[in-house]
């Protein structure tokens, strides 16, 4: 009897082993039947862009299967239906075999793929062993996921593209220098064909997508031969993230409080550009009120937001969140923010709808109406449920549509 435990273990790790070689097995087969297979990967961009891929292709007579990664993981077959990645425990790149092993049975010609991974071991796993791609998307490489891809932007690039191998082109929508000479560098040193997608005046305007991504799935478009006013019209069948674009507004007393949700927006360059949308919608004289999220793992992104806001002329509140407050209070002072400025979130405040106005009122000073950009807020508690509070008695509205007007203020 005292052999029982070992046996019942050993013959589960067997059944765990040969369950994993079949699907191994399984993945490969499908992945090696597939014509065309996408990865995305880079920084900004890769959800909005494997989506665009997809409708360029599925609308083009290429049967297309799509995986989308991360906080939201879906997959999109070539019939248009969506269903939602089943999980159980945290994120992992192996959840892509399944996707693979369901395009097989679909019998489709091409598999799209994002790339969640941000550190380059993991990323490189997803490319050379996973997907194998013959085709690499980079739509964006921002300055985000520091402590895994390196301080600059020329040295996430190289750490990102170095380890990859087996594809023959690169497309990108990155248009700084520094990103584009190493791209260039490396496709004479690793022998790839880079394509520099760009945004052009004629190409279509699809709701709720950024013009970079769109420049991208066309290029991807012209690689694949399909003519570009086919392109152009498939484009407009493309799904959108769920809840992109959105905000809400919250009526109180006489004032009224504009909630938005730029938590996807995890660099600086990128949440500039989307305050920038939330002020065409708002216009310039309503103050914009940020939150900050300091996250325990990412606390060079934190450090970056927070010295971005150093810069501002405001004499609004700069809201604080998370566990690294100390150290950005700190910051933010030796910048010459004057302490009464910044103030904390507290978990408290955002318990009820009464408590969260309540701390609006005090954030509104004279102005009838702010607007509260929630930064980075997919790990702090106080910040989740502050937007889970406005969602659930707000107002919801889209903004910030690139390239298309906001929806009216009133």
Not at 162 to 190: H, M, N
Request: charge should be positive; charged fraction near 25%.
């Amino acid at each position: 009897m005292q052999w029982l435990p070992f046996a019942v273990s050993l013959a589960l790790a067997c059944v765990l082993a040969g369950d994993w070689w079949a699907t191994s097995a399984a993945a490969r087969r499908a992945r090696d039947s597939r014509k065309v297979r996408i990865v995305v990967t880079g920084s900004r961009g890769k959800s909005g862009t494997v989506r665009l891929i997809h409708a360029v292709l599925n609308h083009s007579e290429v049967t297309t299967y799509a995986k989308i990664t991360g906080a939201v993981a879906e997959e999109i077959r070539h019939d248009g239906d969506s269903r939602m990645t089943r999980r159980i425990g945290p994120i992992s790149a192996t959840e892509m075999l399944g996707a693979l092993r369901r395009a097989g049975r679909d019998k489709c010609d091409a598999v799209v793929f994002e790339c969640m991974a941000v550190a380059p071991k993991l990323i490189t796993f997803v490319v050379n062993e996973v997907v194998r791609p013959n085709i690499l998307v980079i739509p964006t490489v921002r300055l985000d996921h520091l402590e895994d891809e390196g301080h600059s932007l020329d040295e996430i690039t190289r750490n990102i593209i170095s380890p990859l191998t087996g594809f023959e082109v690169v497309i990108t929508g990155d248009t700084d220098l520094r990103v584009l000479q190493t791209l260039r560098k490396l496709a004479r040193e690793k022998n790839f064909r880079l394509v520099e997608a760009r945004v052009h005046e004629s190409q279509p305007v699809i709701p709720e997508h950024h013009p970079v991504n769109v420049a991208v799935a066309l290029a991807i478009a012209t690689q694949a031969g399909i003519a570009a006013e086919h392109a152009r019209a498939a484009l407009l069948g493309a799904t959108h993230e769920p809840n992109a674009g959105i905000g809400w507004w919250l009526d109180h007393d006489d004032k009224r409080t504009f909630v938005c949700d730029l938590g996807k927006a995890n660099d600086v360059q990128s949440a500039a550009e989307a305050i920038r949308g939330v002020r065409e919608y708002l216009g310039d004289d309503v103050p914009l009120v940020p939150v900050i999220a300091n996250r325990w793992d990412r606390p060079l992104r934190g450090r970056s937001f927070v010295a971005a806001l150093t810069s501002t002329p405001d004499n609004e509140p700069v809201v604080l969140s998370g566990d690294a407050y100390a150290q950005s209070r700190r910051v933010l002072a030796r910048h010459g923010v004057e302490r009464p400025r910044i103030t904390r979130l507290p978990i408290s405040a955002t318990l009820s709808k009464k408590s969260l106005t309540r701390l609006f009122a005090r954030w509104h000073g004279e102005h009838p109406e702010i607007a509260v950009l929630l930064l980075e807020n997919d790990h702090s508690t106080a910040v989740r449920l502050l937007r889970a509070r406005a969602g659930k008695h707000g107002r919801a509205v889209r903004h910030n549509r690139p390239g298309t007007p906001g929806v009216n203020h009133d």
